[in-house]
């Protein structure tokens, strides 16, 4: 634990020397007014720098402000928010709420109707002493979060801005490393090991308080000798200054040596930025020839599409061309082969007609003198019974035949609905397996946010951790995005998923090298041929791009940017290069949305809207967002998980009751489709029978009576027929020559809109590559395009920052000139100077006093003597002090030694002995800071010639005081009641005073410590705390009053922070330091 040293004992000149800072590069801010170009002491850790309270006590506001590194006063009326500084302070270093006297829980520190407060203090953290100087850097950023339920959390962030711890325990090293104490706790026989290293760390520093006591002696000696030898003799005041001229000629040099460093230091600073512009310049060049050579790419693979567009179109009339040939060329070959059925359909009725009348002759020749009466009697009646039995099967036909077409209509229909419950049955399916895969992500999301990210993420986030531990990064990666943004409104999660979509997943990456070492990592958790997150290569900026000039604004609509709490400014600017966030804006209500861009001229700068339900809107356009509910930044994940298995329940539910309905019309579709057969099978055979008995009524139809029938009449008329045979299979074999030539030209037409087709085909396939090509192509342009847009700010903001340092080296050089110019003046040739102007500026205001000590004693014996002998006395009372004081160490060891003993023999029976080693161990710390009290308050009284005691009975825990106000010991102790209202306020303050000297903590705290006081014993107060604050320089003082400070001495080590009235229905308190001119301008 860090422990300060006590410097009761050091003169000025062994005061601590302020650190000299490293130039700053360009875009480190320089901050350090306090300890530039001046001698004084600031502390280097420990002190607060500035405290920022949000919806704390009764304030919504108050600060940001910063305190200087030595004494501050908080100035204002009761209202104002004073004692809400010091109640923050407590409760945000860790301390409870009991401690402030303000309240018995935290919850009481929000401000009524707010949700909880929050409590911000940067501490300083610099030199050799600072704590985790290569993690946390120049500051420790606090950062405490009450809620209104009592809780509260911590964030522990480096001078970055980044995130180094959540935990309690490191903001209790932190304390312990600055020996921040708030209270004092009570010693138990488990923490007596503990508190026995604690007082011998008392009992070294004490050493060392009595080593440079021993020093001072030396130095007092040293004066003595000085004051005897100055009583002895006075000759060497020439000599003083001679050597006051010569110091004032270095002195004259120095201050040019000083600024002509100052100025190479410039001078290597413009040089740094002037080979930074010309890096940006390059990257500037790399990023036109990359624009360059993707808009290139874009070019050829556009030309590419553009060609096989134009080809495809040229061969599009060819086509219907050959397309309307082949229908032509079907058509004359269909026409061809029905006239060819149709003639030979007419030669085989020939042909059988020409058999029966053969068949006819013959018979009639054999049977020409018999009677056929009867016979014709009996084909007529058998005629007769035939063609009723015909028109029997044709009404059985025309029945069945309707129940055919009943029965193919009901199986089309069924099968329809059957393919369309199929179809529904797969969504739903599709719906279930995303819904069940989102369901078990939520579900690990539980345990784990990151796995929202994808069930890999945890995995990869540890493996990047591990590589950049090992040195494989230059700057750790951050992502997925999606984890390290948070929303202000809930309700506009959908919205954002929508605009962002897969950025959520992203990862950045400084460089191509490191994008390089993270996809090599990702290759570990993602196999082949899955997605993985896109990586977004930009370097990395500590600073937010302001947007402000091109950002859409709304008064009533905030945009994605704004709707967003992003801490990291990696993050956001990511999110601005890749999606432009600042131009988007987020209108829940639809229709609203709509009026906004669409019925009126949209906002300025405003690309696009998205609205709750994530819909996109545009000026001229409308898209319905796909997606129900957010994925990856929803809050109330129970609520999700119950919502999703719900779904999934009805998911399942409707999935079984439309698998049902399938299996009742795979049913009804078979019993159909059987009876169907059957019926087509009855059809068959009704038509046969029909076919068949036509035919025999046809035969014997055609039997004619031998007596009426002219032999010789049938014979010319099958000698005709035989006739119309001839001629028709000679037609016919002309209609079959027509139609093979035909049948070929159709089958080459075919074959050429075939081909042509093919060509077409072959274009629209190579035509489907290259428009994804296009589409990337297209993304990388815009890509580069906000790459040289980011390089072009970069370089516009360098420019700027190179030019104002060339301006301040003009400014220096004309400094320059005039110094050298007044050196010159002063010693006209240069004289080489070894020391800083600092050091010899103390040399000459200590020769100048010495010499001007010596005019004033010169020939006055009884004054030099009066000193020497003052010089003697103050030796004397030292050297009876560090006598003491080494008496008290000696005494300290023997009792701390027997203490030891004694804890020793007392662990193996704590319970019988805890209350007596608690009382021995508590009396022996209060004994060492007793003494230590003592003395302070001694000598603190003796500054006016007063002499005190103090006796502390710590057996009843009482204290009593007693002063004397006269000289020596010529007046009497008297009782504090006893003094006047002067003498007790100084002696008030000598008390205060002698407690802050005992306490280690590198700040102190005191609230409105002079309200009762009138002005004089005020002014005596106040010059009391300024002059150990002045000795004390390496500690910070808070001091809060309702006074306004206007009487104090104007100081670089003062600073006085004004606060403003509250006022009706105010809600920030605004919180600036004031100057020492403007407070007198003020009264």
Known sequence: MAKRKEENFSSPKNAKRPRQEELEDFDKDGDEDECKGTTLTAAEVGIIESIHLKNFMCHSMLGPFKFGSNVNFVVGNNGSGKSAVLTALIVGLGGRAVATNRGSSLKGFVKDGQNSADISITLRNRGDDAFKASVYGNSILIQQHISIDGSRSYKLKSATGSVVSTRKEELIAILDHFNIQFFMKATQLEQMKEDYSYIMETKERTKEQIHQGEERLTELKRQCVEKEERFQSIAGLSTMKTNLESLKHEMAWAVVNEIEKQLNAIRDNIKIGEDRAARLDRKMEEQQVRLNEAEQKYKDIQDKLEKISEETNARAPECMALKADVVAKKRAYNEAEVLYNRSLNEYKALKKDDEQLCKRIEELKKSTDQSLEPERLERQKKISWLKERVKAFQN???????????????????????????????????????????????????????????????????????????????????????????????????????????????????????????????????????????????EFRNEIYDVRHRAAYHPDFPTVLTALEIDNAVVANSLIDMRGIETVLLIKNNSVARAVMQSQKPPKNCREAFT?????????????????????????????????????????AQILNLQQHLSALEKDIKHNEELLKRCQLHYKELKMKIRKNISEIRELENIEEHQSVDIATLEDEAQENKSKMKMVEEHMEQQKENMEHLKSLKIEAENKYDAIKFKINQLSELADPLKDELNLADSEVDNQKRGKRHYEEKQKEHLDTLNKKKRELDMKEKELEEKMSQARQICPERIE????????????????????????????????????QEARETYLDLDSKVRTLKKFIKLLGEIMEHRFKTYQQFRSFRQKNKPNLYYYINLFQMQCLTLRCKLYFDNLLSQRAYCGKMNFDHKNETLSISVQPGEGNKAAFSDMRALSGGERSFSTVCFILSLWSIAESPFRCLDEFDVYMDMVNRRIAMDLILKMADSQRFRQFILLTPQSMSSLPSSKLIRILRMSDPERGQTTLPFRPVTQEEDDDQR
């Open 833 to 868: 100077v070894e020391k800083s102007a600092s050091i010899l500026d103390k040399e000459i205001n200590r020769l100048r006093q010495k010499i001007q000590a010596e005019h004033a004693s010169h020939g006055d014996r009884e004054e030099i003597m009066r000193q020497y």
């Open 612 to 652: 709750a339900d994530g819909d996109q809107v545009f000026a001229g356009r409308y898209y319905s967002s796909e997606n129900t509910r957010p994925k990856f930044l929803s809050r109330d994940v129970d609520s999700e998980i119950s919502d999703l298995e719900n779904e999934v329940e009805n998911k399942t």
């Open 396 to 538: 059985q036909e025309n029945s069945v035949n309707q129940e055919i077409e009943q029965f193919q209509q009901a199986i089309e229909k069924d099968k329809e609905e059957h393919g369309k419950i199929k179809r529904e049955e797969l969504d739903v399916k599709h719906a279930l397996s995303y819904n069940q895969r989102q369901l078990k992500e939520l579900k690990d999301s539980k345990t784990d946010r990151l796995k929202r990210f994808g069930p890999n993420v945890p995995a990869l986030l540890e493996a990047i951790d591990d590589a950049y531990r090992q040195g494989h990064f230059t700057y750790k990666p951050v992502g997925p995005l999606g984890a390290c943004i948070h929303l202000r409104d809930p309700e506009l999660a959908l919205a954002i998923e929508s605009c962002l979509k897969g950025l959520l997943q992203a990862y950045c990456c400084h460089n191509h090298a490191d994008e390089r070492v993270l996809q090599a990592l990702m290759k570990r958790f993602y196999l082949p041929g899955t997605s993985r997150p896109p990586i977004i290569v930009s």
